[in-house]
């Protein structure tokens, strides 16, 4: 399984981005597919994820409400549509895909694949 990660960029407080994740090697729908992101000098942290199903989505509380995870099965992509930026939303963000059941995945140590990263900075 490979995964691309795009979408990045510097924006301002308050603005949008969505981030992309492409899927090859296997169906997006047969895992459970998250977004992580890490900041300099901080650990890996999770940020969102959605079931193989889709029907099954989780949020950190610090972006509940701004930040929206979907997937379109055709494209096999996941996305990650981030609202109401903030500077603390700065970091490289990854996305990653597991066989584990969403109600037990919000650990970056359950992921099997990872994409590259792309990086997201958001200006005061």
């Known amino acids: 399984v490979q995964l691309q990660a795009s979408g990045g960029g510097l924006v301002q407080a308050g603005g949008s981005l969505r981030l992309s994740c492409e899927v090859s090697?296997?169906?997006?729908?047969?895992?459970?597919m998250g977004w992580f992101r890490q900041a300099p000098g901080k650990e890996r942290e999770f940020v969102s994820l959605?079931?193989?199903?889709?029907?099954?989505?989780y949020y950190a509380d610090s972006v509940k409400g701004r930040f929206t995870i979907s997937r379109d099965t055709p494209k096999n992509t996941v996305y990650l549509q981030m609202n109401t930026l903030k500077p603390e939303d700065t970091a490289v963000y990854y996305c990653a895909a597991t066989r584990t059941i969403a109600t037990m995945a919000a650990s970056s140590s359950q992921y099997n694949y990872w994409g590259q990263g792309t990086q997201v900075t958001v200006s005061s």
């Open positions: 959605i079931s193989w199903t889709g029907g099954t989505t």
């Open positions: 090697g296997r169906t997006v729908n047969t895992y459970t």
